[in-house]
C-alpha cells in the first residue's frame, strides 16, 4: 500500500491574494506548512503601468528566491490589469482619506476578484496579503473578503497576518531578499496622501 505523509494528503489548496512582493513575504512563510498556495497578483488599484511591473517583477523574483531557498512551490496568477476598474469603483470617493470609503470599495473590488478565481479554478479557500500591513483596516478587509465569500460560495480564509509580528516579519524578509518597498498602497490618491 503506497502511503502519502500526513501533510501531503491534508494541505488545502488555497488562492491567495497579494498585493506585492513584500506583504506576501510573511504570509506566504506562515500558510506554507499547511497550504499549497498560489498566489493572484491582481491590483487594478495600481494606476501607473510602471508601478505596477516593478510590483509584478518583485512578487515574481521573491516567489522564485523563496522556491529556491525552501523547496516551496507557489504558483502565481497574474489577474487582467486595467486602472478604470479601480476608478469606476472609487468614482465619487477620490477626496476620501486614505483608509476610507474608497479603500472599502477597492477591498471589495480585489476580494470579490480573489473569490470569483477561486471558485472558478476550485480552490478550497482564498485568502489575502493587504491584512499584514499595518496600515490596512482589518476589519474592513474581513468584511470585504466574507462578502465575496458569500457572493461565490467559497470559503474566505480571514487571516489576520500582522498578527504574532507578521507586519515586522515581512520588513525582516523584504530587507532579506532585497525587495523594493513602496511606501503608498498603489493609488494616485494613496501616492496623493503620501507625500
Known amino acids: 500500500m503506497n502511503h502519502q505523509p500526513d501533510h501531503e494528503k ?31 497578483f491582481f491590483n487594478p488599484n495600481i494606476t501607473e503601468p510602471e508601478e505596477y511591473a516593478k510590483r509584478l517583477e518583485e512578487e515574481k523574483r521573491f516567489l522564485l528566491q523563496f522556491e529556491q531557498d ?3 512551490h507557489c504558483e502565481l496568477i497574474e489577474g487582467r490589469y486595467d486602472p478604470r476598474e479601480f476608478f469606476a469603483a472609487a468614482k465619487g470617493l477620490e477626496a ?14 480585489r476580494m470579490g476578484e480573489a473569490a470569483r478565481v477561486a471558485k472558478e479554478q476550485c480552490f478550497d479557500c482564498f485568502d489575502s496579503t493587504l491584512s499584514v500591513s499595518s496600515h490596512k483596516n482589518y476589519e474592513l478587509l474581513k468584511a470585504a473578503g466574507e462578502a465575496a465569500s458569500a457572493a461565490e460560495g467559497v470559503p474566505y480564509q480571514a487571516g489576520n497576518y500582522k ?16 525587495l523594493y518597498r513602496q511606501n503608498y498602497c498603489g493609488c494616485i490618491f494613496s501616492k496623493r496622501d503620501a507625500k
Open 163 to 178: 498578527k504574532k509580528n507578521g507586519y515586522f516579519r515581512s520588513i525582516e524578509l523584504s530587507r532579506q531578499y532585497g
Open 10 to 40: 491534508t494541505k488545502k489548496r488555497i488562492l491567495l491574494h497579494s498585493c506585492c512582493g513584500p506583504c506576501s513575504t510573511a504570509v506566504i512563510e506562515r500558510l506554507a506548512e499547511d497550504y499549497d498556495i498560489t498566489v493572484l
Open 96 to 109: 476620501e482619506p486614505e483608509g476610507g470609503l474608497r479603500c472599502v470599495q477597492c477591498f471589495a473590488l
Open 70 to 72: 525552501t523547496g516551496v
